[in-house]
């Protein structure tokens, strides 16, 4: 039993903190999000060069050799500067299926594409009836020839309107809901059929309704076996599930120092707010939800390679626990900035719009704990 | 960073189990969070583990610690809420005895260190006083010197199992001029020194644990004090940290939930388990994920202190969370036995000399008076709003 970081580990912490402080101002960001891209492929290819793209990937498909901890410490530095960059979907989640389920000739192709920057990739695996239940799909590859057709309509898939890439879940055989006849399949978003509708989040990211109609791919873009791939989507969605758990913890320490801070200089009644005991405490309250979060996300980063139920288990735990962590701690640095929480000019209100969302990506608090109910 | 158990910690696992059963005394078996026993049951397994040399596992090596990394400790901790080992009491072990390793001279060390280690002798703490809880800095029991004794004068309270102990540390007055923190000494005081007299506080539940003890012109040899005179609440304050870092009860409380579930299947709703009923299943699965947060919160620290930190003030979180889910559990056990919770079967810690068969299921019988009785732990070790000013001051620094 370890808690220590590797020196590697910690060096990777000290180049992302610096790049962030550099890269990630409040401005900065805002500037980034409101530009007509919404992102900056500049900062993507300097992500690459501190090798920060290939570093969960074996050294033996390209990559740096680390692990589910190494992409903790990455979405945690993320989280703290509220990165919009799209490593989740693109390094955690394709780079998932791509590890977990790629034959070598898939890995051979976009492996390498990923780690140098130059593939982004995006996850359409919501659709607008199935809430989180990943086999609740309407989307279906039917078998034509050698290849498959794609029909369907995928929602809120994060960072499409970056990406060169897609990965897309869809029935191939079974009823809807059905655990068996579940595919996952490896595209680039300009195949024929695919078409999207564009728009901005709420925590200041880009996503995308994604179309597909009679998308024609080769049967070299199935990943994993025909009508199997549940299993594998809930591994690599427990991983993205982990990693996004320590994104909201980065995001979570940030806000909360900044409350403390607000407290700090803020005077009414002619004293610092943060004397007054009924905010001290609230604000004891956020610092001990958010050391359970940080707990909680160990613990689910640290049973990825576990047996399934044990994984999963650890898993929903911690996006339950993370998930409240992260309505308190939003809610209440919002009320302790009082009025000036509730503006865009500051930083506080778009911690509280990132935390929110969180909530609502792989599945919420009340999806979590009926899972671990479940599995108990 | 990983969770796995080395090859030599699975040994070690192994060894620790097999003592434990070998050498738990058979007649406290299952004992849980009941403490309806007679001195020497809560000695027995102390004196037991005095002789093998595990009483006080965290002390250091040369005052008698066993050296064990905390994740050795954790094991062993583990391992004893398996079978719900009645545990040597905090009073020496966690309290006092490193303060006096830390503070004390050494013909105290030598005096008190053998005792505790092997359970001999029973110690209690005077801490509280009637119009000094949490504030316990405002205390005014005085202590003051004659020749070589101070004479004691003053009124404690809460103090646990003072009936059974043979000594007890107490803060004292002995500087009434200086400012509340500044004037107190830490003082050692034989419970059967002339002038102590100790009266029991009957509990909500029905037991008998705690006492008001009386302090009325006692003499103690100034030998007894530890440390330097008028410094008592620089040790006070170490002693608390202490106190918290174990206060957590993880094992304990996993030991609690398995038990929960294991009710919660024998009870019925609708004509199925109750565990089954999703309302309550929910409510189960949220304190096992608090309990699986606080237990990598307390491995952390364990952590942190092996790298040679001492127990700071992350120990109150500790005690929140750890206290918050212990009460919370029995809560839910409270829930679960249903009509069975009104039924008067003795309190927690007295058992009434009662041998009756009780009304209910077995497990039944002391939901209710274990759930009244652990009210006190958000309110004991310093009450949990007193933890969240310290982590105010301490951890925010506000």
Redesign the interface.
């Known amino acids: 039993?370890?808690?220590?970081?590797t020196e590697e580990q910690g060096m990777v912490r000290d180049g992302l903190s610096r790049l962030v402080r550099e890269q990630y101002g409040f401005e900065q960001r805002r500037k980034a999000i409101a530009s007509s891209e919404g992102w900056r492929p500049e900062v993507w290819a300097q992500l690459a060069e501190l090798g920060i793209l290939g570093m969960p990937f074996s050294e033996a498909d390209g990559g740096f050799g680390g692990g589910a901890?190494d992409a903790m410490v990455i979405m945690e530095e993320f989280g703290k500067g509220l990165v919009i960059e799209p490593f989740l979907p693109t390094v955690v989640c394709a780079g998932g299926f791509l590890k977990h389920g790629g034959t070598a000739a898939q890995k051979e192709e976009h492996i390498g594409g990923i780690v140098a920057g130059s593939c982004v990739f995006a996850f359409a695996y919501a659709e607008p009836k199935g809430r989180y239940d990943y086999a609740d799909l309407e989307t279906t590859a039917k078998k034509d020839g050698a290849g498959y057709v794609l029909n369907g309509h995928k929602a809120v898939v994060i960072g499409a309107p970056w990406a060169s890439h897609l990965i897309v879940t869809a029935r191939t055989g079974g009823e809807r809901r059905d655990r068996s006849g579940v595919s996952v399949f490896v595209l680039a978003k300009d195949t024929a059929g695919v078409t999207t509708r564009d728009y901005v989040t709420v925590d200041g990211r880009r996503a995308s309704e994604v179309y597909f109609e009679n998308v024609s791919v080769p049967a070299e873009a199935l990943i994993g076996a025909e009508g199997e791939g549940l299993a594998l989507i809930e591994l690599v969605t427990d991983e993205a599930i982990a990693a996004l758990c320590a994104e909201a913890c980065g995001a979570m320490k940030v806000a909360h120092a900044m409350t403390?801070e607000y407290?700090?200089q803020r005077k009414q009644f002619g004293v610092p707010i943060?004397?007054f005991?009924v905010l001290?405490?609230r604000?004891?309250?956020m610092?001990?939800a958010y050391?359970?979060?940080v707990?909680?996300t160990?613990?689910a980063?640290?049973?990825l390679g576990s047996d399934e139920v044990e994984r999963k288990k650890?898993v929903s735990?911690a996006k339950?626990?993370v998930g409240q962590a992260a309505r308190l701690i939003g809610q209440e640095a919002v009320q302790i900035h009082g009025g000036n929480g509730v503006t865009d000019e500051y930083a506080i209100g778009h911690y509280f719009k990132r935390l929110t969302i969180f909530d609502s990506e792989f599945g919420n608090v009340d999806h979590h704990?009926?899972r671990?109910?479940a599995l108990? | 960073m990983n969770l796995e158990f080395t090859p030599e910690e699975q040994a070690f696992r192994e060894e620790v189990r097999t003592f434990i059963a070998e050498n738990y005394p058979k007649h406290l078996a299952d004992f849980g969070m009941r403490e309806d026993m007679v001195r020497e049951d809560f000695l027995a397994w102390h004196k037991v583990l005095g002789q093998k040399g595990w009483s006080v596992p965290a002390w250091p090596v040369e005052y008698g610690g066993t050296g064990w990394t905390p994740t050795q400790r954790y094991i062993w901790s583990e391992e004893n809420a398996r079978v719900n080992a009645l545990m040597p009491l905090p009073f020496g072990v966690s309290m006092v005895g490193p303060v006096i390793y830390t503070f004390g001279n050494e013909e105290q060390k030598a005096r008190h260190l053998p005792g505790i280690r092997s359970g001999e002798v029973w110690w209690c703490q005077g801490y509280s006083e009637p119009g000094a809880g949490s504030d316990l800095a405002s205390l005014k029991t005085t202590a003051v010197r004659d020749g070589d004794h101070y004479v004691i004068n003053g009124q404690k309270t809460w103090t646990t199992l003072a009936q059974h102990a043979d000594w007890g540390f107490f803060l004292c007055r002995t500087d009434p001029t200086a400012k509340a923190q500044e004037g107190i000494s830490f003082i050692l005081i034989d419970m059967k020194t002339p002038g102590v007299e100790v009266k029991p506080i009957k509990l909500l539940d029905g037991g008998y644990e705690v006492n008001e003890t009386w302090l009325t012109d006692v003499r103690v040899p100034v030998e007894n004090l530890v440390g330097v005179e008028n410094k008592g609440w620089t040790y006070a304050k170490f002693l608390l940290a202490h106190e918290r870092s174990g206060i957590a009860g993880v094992a304990r409380s996993k030991r609690g939930v398995e038990k929960l579930r294991e009710i919660a299947t024998h009870e019925t709703l609708d004509g199925a388990p109750l565990i089954k009923d999703f309302d309550f299943a929910k409510k189960v699965s949220q304190l096992e994920i608090d309990l699986a947060a606080l237990e990598i919160t307390e491995l952390r620290t364990l952590a942190g202190e092996q790298a040679g930190k001492g127990p700071g003030p992350e120990s109150s979180i500790l005690k929140i969370k750890g206290t918050e889910i212990q009460q919370r559990l029995t809560e839910l056990t409270l829930e679960a036995v249903g009509t069975y919770s009104a039924p008067y079967m003795g309190g927690v810690s007295n058992d009434n000399g009662s041998n009756e068969h009780p009304v209910g299921p077995d497990y039944a019988a002391h939901a209710a008076a274990t759930y009244f009785n652990m009210r006190k732990t958000s309110i004991y070790g310093g009450s949990n709003e007193i933890q969240r000013n310290i982590i105010t001051k301490m951890i925010l620094g506000l």
């Open positions: 039993m370890d808690f220590n970081f901890v403390v407290s700090r943060g004397s005991q001290q405490h604000m004891v309250d610092y001990t050391e359970q979060a707990s909680l160990y613990l980063t640290l049973r650890a735990a339950v626990g704990l009926k671990h109910v108990s």
